[in-house]
């Protein structure tokens, strides 16, 4: 686990000198590891004494629910939607200091309740319990949903996986997250014999 030891400190560092705390984790397809990196990674920044809330944007293709076999009944898209509360949706995990926010039923119109001030109001009440919010978001050229999550973020990691990302579709990636002025911090090159946090392209 020294990969993600070395992420854990490189997102930790940024943090500090950034003052962000709500990082969303996206790629520019499926596939390319965000989901057990953001995992990994929340686990590891709550062994080490942070209180973390990890959240599953990713409605259309949910998988943290899975990954704590927790129950998708009810979740983000339910906070967003004004049908629950943040209290009675997020979860918490068989490690104490980090919970879980599942995707929730599919709604819709994901695209407006994203653009929402409600969205802004939960992430804004989240920062004041958690020290991390980080969400595990749809790749952003599979639509919008993750460019406009990201816009409201404080910062952007993009995973790619060595050997199968094409150098062109991260550059999609990055100008998609460029327009949609979203910051993109860095990027996590996945499945190489040392896992790194890269600075900016």
């Known amino acids: 686990m020294e990969e993600v030891e070395r992420i854990r400190l490189n997102v930790e560092f940024s943090s500090y000198e950034n003052n962000s705390k709500v990082l969303i984790f996206t790629s520019p397809g499926y596939k390319e590891g965000k989901t057990t990196i953001v995992t990994q990674?929340?686990?590891?920044?709550?062994e080490n004494g942070q209180?973390?809330?990890l959240i599953d944007s990713d409605v259309k293709n949910p998988t943290l629910h899975k990954e704590f076999k927790i129950k998708n009944t009810m979740?983000?898209?339910n906070v967003l939607t004004g049908q629950k509360t943040a209290e009675e949706t997020v979860n918490q995990t068989n490690i104490g200091r980090l919970k879980v926010l599942t995707s929730g039923p599919i709604p819709y119109n994901i695209e407006k309740i994203f653009k929402s001030s409600v969205l802004d109001e939960l992430l804004a009440k989240l920062s004041k319990t958690f020290d991390y919010i980080l969400?595990?978001?749809s790749p952003v050229l599979e639509g919008n949903d993750a460019r406009i999550f990201a816009s409201k973020c404080d910062g952007v990691i993009m995973v790619v996986r060595n050997g199968k990302t094409e150098n062109q579709l991260v550059l999609e990636a990055k100008k998609a997250l460029e327009i949609a002025k979203a910051n993109l911090l860095g990027v996590i090159l996945n499945a190489k014999p040392r896992g790194i946090l890269k600075k900016k392209f």
Do not use: M, P
């Open 41 to 46: 990674l929340a686990v590891a920044l709550a």
């Open 51 to 53: 209180n973390v809330v």
């Open 135 to 137: 969400i595990d978001s």
């Open 75 to 77: 979740g983000l898209t």
